[in-house]
């Protein structure tokens, strides 16, 4: 079992930037792959970025590329996600998700665990 909490969600001016973090509870963090996944409302939730369980393979949506980087610290159970030049269109509520196979996938069924979401406000 993982427990997931995500922090770092806020309001911010368009061009900006967020970290968001989320804390993994449990002793095997390193052991599972990690997504981002963003959910605008009225939308479904789609795949932001992934990482490997060692942190050496990344996935990324292609749209966010260059804007999005997904990072961890598996000594402090913590991923990351550092958004640059953020847009209105970020706007979402973003959640982490934990994979026990380690796929790196862009579908929210290939998560097994998911944080409650923390919310990120892009203004104009």
């Known amino acids: 079992q993982v427990q997931l909490v995500e922090s770092g969600g806020g309001l911010v001016q368009a061009g900006g930037s967020l970290r968001l973090s989320c804390v993994a509870s449990?002793?095997?963090?390193?052991?599972?792959?990690m997504g981002w996944f963003r959910q605008a409302p009225g939308k479904e939730r789609e795949f932001v970025a992934a990482?490997?369980?060692?942190?050496?393979?990344?996935t990324y949506v292609d749209a966010l590329k260059g804007r999005f980087t997904i990072s961890r610290d598996n000594a402090k159970n913590t991923v990351y996600l550092q958004m640059n030049s953020l847009k209105v269109e970020d706007t979402a509520v973003y959640y982490c998700?934990?994979?026990?196979?380690?796929?790196?996938?862009?579908?929210?069924?290939?998560?097994?665990?998911w944080g409650q979401g923390t919310q990120v406000t892009v203004s104009s």
């Open positions: 449990g002793r095997t963090f390193s052991s599972y792959g």
């Open positions: 998700a934990a994979d026990p196979l380690n796929r790196s996938g862009r579908v929210p069924y290939e998560y097994v665990y």
């Open positions: 990482i490997s369980m060692s942190g050496a393979r990344t």
